[in-house]
């Protein structure tokens, strides 16, 4: 069986977006491959935090993965600064990196442009991201468009070090999801639905509430032709808002575009918003469940324990391929 890899940085409550275009899918991969899925805390810290906001995010990302149905006898979910394996390792791939590719990183170069103190981290964190993924022999790496270049760089890393070392890890395969891969802002039909997104009715909070979800998708921008049809070069927005209603409902694009022939854009903004809070509704209810609950905590245990189990053992031969340490005598 295939290793599949993912990890999601705990820096706010994940996007309607993030559901549709990585974790819908994840639960699908659960049943198929070994799943490991990372909250990636240490990541996170590139960019200062409130300790006690990033306490509350980690937990709340671990019970978002449950909600929309993550099994823990299924797939591995665990924390990654609870695997001292993900930081050492890290250490080690940043001693087979180069600067040059570091600093051509686009995220790079984007959240440091014109930025007097940024943290080295932030030029550093992708070997850290290599090391998340080699330690457990990935096969699959689902990410989206924005991170495939970091994929390659491990890749990169990956095969530097095999030559020069030893032979000892998988090199990944990059899987961008076909439908559902970018879902995109509801202001901006240019720019990705992010959480990071200062502008709240730019996306939809997974745990946003059936009154607020309705506001935001009935103030999304559309277009001035009026009607409902996917055209992604010449009616951005409405193809985006026809993404989500098919990836929430089931339905093809084809039969919603039937429906709402002649119809104008506030019916279909009506009908769109009830399709996302029923799809919201369950992940909700179980979320609530989880947050506070030592079912939480038992699982994140156990994650733990299995991650470790298995990343200590690639850190060790990866220390001892490089020379590090004592060798063991007979």
Same mark, same amino acid.
Not at 75 to 83: D, G, K, N, P, R
Not at 175 to 187: D, F, Q
Not at 311 to 317: F, G, L, P, V, W
């Given at each position: 069986m295939k290793t599949v890899f993912s990890g999601i940085q705990p820096s706010g409550t994940l996007t309607l977006?993030?559901? #549709?275009?990585?974790?819908?899918?994840?639960? &699908?991969?659960? %049943?198929?491959?070994?799943?490991?899925?990372c909250i990636v805390d240490q990541h996170a810290i590139t960019v200062p935090q409130d300790r006690l906001k990033l306490r509350e995010n980690i937990r709340s990302l671990a019970a978002l993965y449950l909600a929309v149905?993550?099994?823990?006898?299924?797939?591995?979910?665990?924390?990654?600064?609870?695997?001292?394996?993900?930081?050492?390792l890290g250490w080690l791939m940043q001693c087979v990196s180069y600067i040059g590719e570091l600093e051509r990183m686009t995220q790079f170069k984007d959240k440091s442009d014109g930025k007097e103190a940024v943290s080295s981290a932030l030029l550093t964190y992708p070997p850290l991201m290599a090391a998340d993924i080699l330690l457990y022999k990935t096969d699959i790496v689902p990410v989206g468009e924005d991170q495939k270049?970091? #994929?390659?760089?491990?890749?990169?890393?990956? &095969?530097?070090? %095999?030559?020069?070392?030893?032979?000892?890890?998988?090199?990944p395969e990059v899987?961008?999801?076909?439908?559902?891969?970018?879902?995109?802002?509801?202001?901006d039909p240019a720019k990705k639905m992010s959480k990071s997104n200062p502008n709240?009715?730019?996306y939809i909070s997974m745990l946003d509430d059936e009154k607020t979800i309705t506001k935001k998708i009935k103030s999304a921008v559309?277009?001035?032709?009026?009607?409902?049809?996917?055209d992604r070069d010449e009616k951005p927005a409405v193809s985006n808002l026809l993404s989500i209603y098919s990836l929430c409902s089931g339905e093809s694009i084809e039969s919603i575009e039937e429906r709402y022939a002649g119809k104008g854009y506030g019916d279909f903004k009506s009908d769109l918003a009830e399709v996302v809070v029923e799809t919201l509704r369950p992940i909700q209810q179980r979320y609530y469940e989880l947050i506070d609950s030592d079912e939480l905590d038992d699982i994140l245990d156990h994650g733990a324990n299995k991650a470790n189990h298995v990343?200590?053992?690639?850190?060790?031969?990866a220390e001892r391929a490089m020379g590090l340490g004592r060798k063991k005598r007979k």
């Open positions: 977006g993030n559901y #549709l275009g990585a974790m819908k899918h994840f639960v &699908e991969m659960q %049943n198929d491959y070994n799943c490991y899925f149905g993550i099994d823990h006898e299924k797939a591995t979910l665990f924390i990654q600064s609870e695997v001292p394996a993900h930081a050492q270049q970091h #994929l390659e760089l491990t890749r990169d890393l990956a &095969e530097r070090f %095999n030559k020069k070392y030893n032979d000892i890890f998988t090199i899987r961008i999801p076909k439908v559902g891969a970018r879902i995109m802002s509801l202001n709240p009715k730019s559309t277009d001035t032709e009026g009607s409902i049809r996917f990343a200590s053992r690639m850190i060790e031969k």
